[in-house]
């Protein structure tokens, strides 16, 4: 298993309340922990709360595809791609949480819900469990389920 966390936190502790993105939390799906949030709209916010996806150049898997660029709603950078020389871990070797655990850890670290609820977003393992990423919080990200996809197929063909 990987030691150590698979990046930092550029903005220093990305739990203060200020907002990473520069937004206010009344127009990011990420409220920041203390900012004052209407339930009621978050429930009815954007149906398509999608970061933006772009790519980044330099990262690609084994089939040239680019990496995807979206952002880190918990640091306001873009998630890290993975380092050189990954490998497989055997099926037995790779340990999992269930999203619930994560959402448990979000709230208590005093977090708001994201617009539109948690059901319109997945965890994502920065890097996967299957090449040894961890279940650290830090290792982990909420994106909506096209966000997740993109990560999906990339790395497929990693």
């Known amino acids: ?34 900012a004052e949030t209407d339930d009621a709209a978050l429930a009815g916010g954007d149906e398509s709360v999608d970061g933006d996806i772009s790519t980044v150049p330099e990262v690609r898997n084994s089939a040239g595809e680019l990496y995807p660029n979206v952002t880190n709603p918990v640091t306001g950078t873009p998630i890290p791609p993975p380092p050189e020389g990954l490998k497989a871990l055997n099926v037995e ?6 999203r619930s655990a994560y959402i448990k850890e979000w709230k208590a670290r005093g977090y ?4 539109g609820g948690w059901d319109k977003y997945q965890v994502h393992h920065i890097i996967p469990i299957k090449y040894g990423g961890t279940n650290d919080f830090e290792n982990e990200v909420p994106l909506t389920r096209s966000e997740h996809l993109k990560f999906t197929k990339w790395w497929e063909k990693y």
């Open 1 to 34: 298993m990987q030691t150590g966390q698979p990046y930092v936190f550029t903005r220093g502790d990305p739990l203060n309340a200020t907002d990473p993105l520069g937004l206010d939390g009344t127009d990011s799906p990420w409220p920041l922990p203390g």
């Open 93 to 98: 070797d790779r340990e999992s949480r269930d």
């Open 112 to 115: 708001a819900t994201p617009r």
